[in-house]
């Protein structure tokens, strides 16, 4: 992993408008956790979840490029998890610039 600095390049009200969307995926899940590297959050399979994911991790990529995504598909139908992480930190700045679990949920 590059060793990229902790910064997220959004001005104020794009930042407020991502806050909002990423406060809609996290109340889509059924598990949250803050890790020592980020988060992990699990979501029950639904119609078009993987595609709201990939969306957000898109926009996020673009914004905030320290960051690391991973998908993982259940077999058989199971949960799907998206794991961010990033470098130390990563956690802190999470919680902090965009509210991620605010309520969080233990699995």
């Given at each position: 992993?590059?060793?990229?600095?902790?910064?997220?390049?959004?001005?104020p009200?794009?930042?407020?408008?991502?806050?909002?969307?990423?406060?809609r995926?996290?109340?889509?899940?059924?598990a949250?956790?803050?890790?020592?590297?980020?988060?992990?959050?699990?979501?029950?399979?639904?119609?078009?979840?993987?595609?709201e994911?990939?969306?957000?991790?898109?926009?996020?990529?673009d914004?905030?490029?320290?960051?690391?995504?991973?998908?993982?598909?259940?077999?058989?139908?199971?949960?799907?998890?998206?794991?961010?992480?990033?470098p130390?930190?990563?956690?802190?700045?999470?919680?902090?610039t965009?509210?991620?679990?605010?309520?969080?949920?233990?699995?």
């Amino acid at each position: 992993m590059k060793n990229l600095p902790i910064a997220c390049s959004l001005d104020p009200a794009d930042l407020d408008h991502r806050r909002c969307e990423f406060h809609r995926i996290e109340g889509l899940t059924t598990a949250l956790e803050l890790t020592e590297s980020g988060m992990k959050a699990m979501f029950e399979p639904r119609p078009g979840i993987l595609l709201e994911l990939a969306r957000l991790i898109d926009l996020e990529r673009d914004c905030c490029r320290f960051l690391e995504f991973r998908i993982t598909a259940g077999q058989d139908g199971g949960p799907i998890w998206l794991d961010v992480s990033g470098p130390p930190g990563t956690a802190a700045f999470l919680r902090e610039t965009i509210g991620a679990g605010r309520h969080e949920r233990a699995e």
